[in-house]
């Protein structure tokens, strides 16, 4: 199966296909693909559903996807890699958010964009990129990596709460405050204990903990567990940071600290992950 590149930190496209089929293929990056007209079938990672106008899908690395057009659909398409990620375009905040993205994005069938609202802001951002992409005016490129920034803020928004897969539309506004705020301090462990959390939030840490339990079907501290896990999971695969670097920016101790974290939850250590997986 052909496997697409990409050879600068991000790019922007937009593209007018006529009716027809893009063979199944796998990108080596993170691909946002807006669907400005037309209609037809996604196919990610076999799950197949139909594509209308306003339709954005994100298509992460290593997925299989394939695109049927039934009528002429033109698509906007921005792609970013690992190095875009850590580079200065995107602030601290910010990376947080994609962070996110990189170890939760689902690949349930469908339009990622679930916000009402957010789906209203996103097109007119894609044309002004789009705009400014053509006119090349004063301080273009500045202005698109702003839009870029934004769009990939808002994707991330629209996966935050409906993510993990227990979270539902009858998940309290609370309980996804808490998750955002662990997802957000993943970096600093003691910013995410019990009664830091409990602190923050105004309420008892026996509370705390019931109410966690209640909503996402696992203790708050299995919930931190696994997303660490993911976090450490994602770097090993889709980076080149040495896992001193990983321990580093997770707050463990040392090297050998993450090795026993990491060994215990996976069964192996990050340098045998990374040797299986990347």
Sequence with gaps: ???????????????????????????????????LSGTGEQCINQHRFDYHPDHMFLITPDDCHSLNMATASQFFFLRFNDIYIRSKGISSADLQRLEFILQNANHQPGCILKNQSDKRLVRPMVEAVIREYVNRDLYNKELVQQLVNTLIVVVARNIAKYLPEQVNECTEEKALGILEYIQNNIYHP????????????????????????KHM??????????????????????SDMRINEIADELGFTDESHLNKFFRKQKGLSPGQYRKTFK
């Design 217 to 238: 079907n696992e203790t708050m501290q299995q919930y931190t567990m696994n997303y660490r896990t993911k976090f450490i999971m994602n770097r090993l695969q889709h």
């Design 1 to 35: 199966m052909k496997k697409e590149n990409l050879y600068e930190p991000y790019s922007v496209s937009f593209e007018t296909l006529e009716k027809g089929a893009i063979w199944p293929h796998t990108n080596s990056f993170f691909e946002l693909i807006y669907v």
């Design 190 to 213: 003691d910013k995410i204990r019990t009664e830091m959390v409990s602190k923050h939030f105004g309420i008892s840490e026996t509370y705390l903990g019931r109410y966690f339990k």
